[in-house]
């Protein structure tokens, strides 16, 4: 593109020495105005990449809390297994003792009752 510009200036008839000095100049224009617009976008490249690494951090926190109770509550769910294993044949002996003594007790006292009624 310089070449093409300085050629174009000298076939406009500008003296070589300023032609050299616009082209000169326009690069360094063109060359800053670069430099100014890339770090611009580094900038915003830079924020970006913040913003996103907080909320990835964010969400790895959330997933660890998430994590974290879903453990709590297995341990929960297989302690009360574990309880209920461990418990439960005993509660339903109980329970089977208890309606047996129930039934023997209702039997004994059907009997008496019925005894004294026939008497």
């Not at 418990?87 to 039997?107: C, E, F, H, N």
Request: proline residues 1%; hydrophobic residues 40%; aromatic residues 6%.
């Amino acid at each position: 593109m310089q070449v093409e510009l300085y050629r174009a200036l000298i076939a406009a008839n500008i003296p070589e020495d300023t032609a050299m000095s616009l082209v000169g100049k326009l690069s360094e224009h063109v060359e800053q105005t670069a430099s100014s617009s890339t770090e611009s976008i580094r900038q915003e490249v830079r924020q970006l990449s913040m913003k996103m690494d907080m909320q990835y951090k964010s969400l790895d926190e959330r997933i660890e809390s998430g994590a974290r109770d879903l453990k709590t509550q297995i341990n929960l769910v297989l302690e009360n297994d574990k309880y209920r294993d461990q418990y439960g044949d005993r509660r339903s002996q109980l329970m089977r003792w208890i309606v047996s003594t129930l039934l023997a007790a209702t039997t004994v006292i059907a009997a008496v009752l019925g005894a004294q009624h026939f008497h």
